[in-house]
């Protein structure tokens, strides 16, 4: 059975889960609680029969935009191209992005960005 959920107040619903597996839209960036300190996961494809979605993460570096004042972002090799997204357990309105080849959870629970 599907559960339709919103992560943040004021955004459209952003995920479909089925149990603690969760499907995050396309095109959506998945940021860390500080957003503009560490990086964001990009989320690449829908839900495949696996479970996992394609992913690619990208990691703030020290240089900010003359023109935005914004961090720069690069993309940063992960060793997994695909991640499973579930529920975080220890948080409510949070999720956990998961390694597929060793089930390391990231460090950090993520949340669609507020900026996209």
Not at 24 to 53: A, F
Not at 79 to 98: H, T
């Amino acid at each position: 059975m599907a559960i339709a959920f919103s992560v943040l107040a004021g955004h459209s619903t952003l995920f479909a889960a089925q149990t603690d597996s969760v499907e995050v839209p396309p095109g959506t960036k998945l940021c860390d609680p500080l957003e503009d300190v560490y990086g964001y996961y990009l989320v690449k494809s829908k839900l495949k029969p696996d479970g996992t979605q394609d992913v690619e993460y990208y990691r703030f570096t020290p240089l900010v935009d003359p023109k935005t004042g914004v961090h720069r972002a690069e993309r940063q090799e992960l060793g997994f191209s695909a991640a499973w997204i579930k529920r975080n357990p220890q948080y409510k309105d949070k999720l956990a992005v998961i390694n597929p080849h060793t089930g390391q959870v990231d460090e950090f629970p993520y949340a669609p960005c507020k900026q996209q």
